[in-house]
């Protein structure tokens, strides 16, 4: 992908191309902002115009010999170290540091991406910290991060940090659509639960199981309000069957409640996330407090809180759905 195809980021995009153009290109950039909001995204797009022999202020010229390995996925002189494990080992900065002195084959740079870098070891950082201290005239590092703070000071100090934006609806939008060549019913509430990142818009917008997830919570929710002895292995069994999705889950029951409580203060119609559901929202409000409400938000989010705290799952279920029923 390159700058043109990307949707939003635009003042960070221009800089950066400037950069090239102007050859004040730097050793190392730290790229934060919110995880899924497009960092990869950019540093690729970045990466494919450091490596083009004749790139312009619009991009890569795309008919180079690197941009065509580019294309193909086959530049020798781009590296992306990425894992999905837990943490990026010092072994794997130990490789990128032996393959650095090597120089470019085919570009005037060698670019090096390490995304998550905040998964990178107290020793990785520290290896790295040796490559950044003297880098060869013709490295550029990218660092992506949703955690900066995490990274060490002295790597901060060495890297042109740029703060990733989050999207704005409307670009949500353009995306999603641009995206996938469908309707999507659920496309307003996935734009205002996204929040701007464009990468949980994505996910969800893209996801089979999505709406039929979404329906069922709201379902629950309802359900909970009056909650017959009877119900409670139904409720508990779909909440242990969506043990993957809690985070979403619980989202999508917060969000109602909080479109109950808009609704029960006088609200207008815009102001609700979930817009498509009006008629229900409406006649729902009706059998809540507002005090209710803001006491059901604030269960949802102990429970979330003490499932990531590592807490019995099956325990946290039972008792958010037992103190549902108390007035």
Request: charged share 25%.
């Amino acid at each position: 992908m390159d700058f043109k195809e990307i949707v939003g980021q635009k003042e960070i995009i221009e800089r950066l191309k400037k950069s090239i153009i102007d050859n004040r290109v730097g050793h190392a950039y730290i790229f934060a902002g919110s995880k899924g909001i497009g960092k990869k995204t950019v540093a690729r797009a970045f990466s494919h115009m450091l490596l083009c022999d004749m790139p312009t202020k619009h991009g890569p010229c795309n008919v180079c010999t690197s941009c065509k390995l580019w294309n193909e996925n086959s530049n020798p002189d781009f590296y992306l170290i990425e894992t999905p494990e837990d943490n990026i080992l010092i072994e794997e900065v130990r490789n990128m540091q032996s393959s650095i002195v090597v120089k470019p084959v085919y570009s005037n740079k060698k670019v090096y991406i390490i995304t998550d870098a905040e998964k990178m070891t107290v020793q990785a950082q520290n290896c790295l910290l040796k490559i950044l201290e003297e880098p060869p005239e013709y490295v550029v590092i990218i660092l992506t991060t949703s955690n900066y703070r995490a990274l060490l000071g002295t790597i901060r100090s060495r890297g042109t940090k740029y703060n990733f934006l989050k999207h704005s609806q409307a670009e949500i939008k353009e995306i999603i659509k641009s995206e996938i060549n469908q309707g999507n019913e659920n496309l307003e509430f996935i734009i205002h639960y996204s929040d701007g990142i464009i990468g949980t818009a994505l996910n969800l917008a893209t996801s089979p199981d999505f709406v039929g997830l979404r329906e069922k919570a709201i379902d629950i929710t309802h359900k909970l309000s009056g909650m017959k002895d009877i119900e409670f292995f139904d409720i508990y069994e779909f909440f242990e069957g969506n043990k993957d999705n809690i985070d979403i889950l619980l989202d999508i029951m917060s969000i109602f409640y909080r479109d109950l409580i808009v609704v029960k203060a006088g609200g207008k119609e815009n102001m609700l996330i979930n817009s498509d559901k009006i008629n229900r929202i409406a006649n729902e409000a009706r059998n809540y407090s507002i005090e209710k409400l803001v006491k059901n938000i604030e269960l949802i989010e102990s429970t979330r809180n003490s499932i990531k705290q590592n807490i019995n799952y099956q325990l946290c279920i039972e008792a958010m759905i037992i103190k549902f029923q108390e007035d």
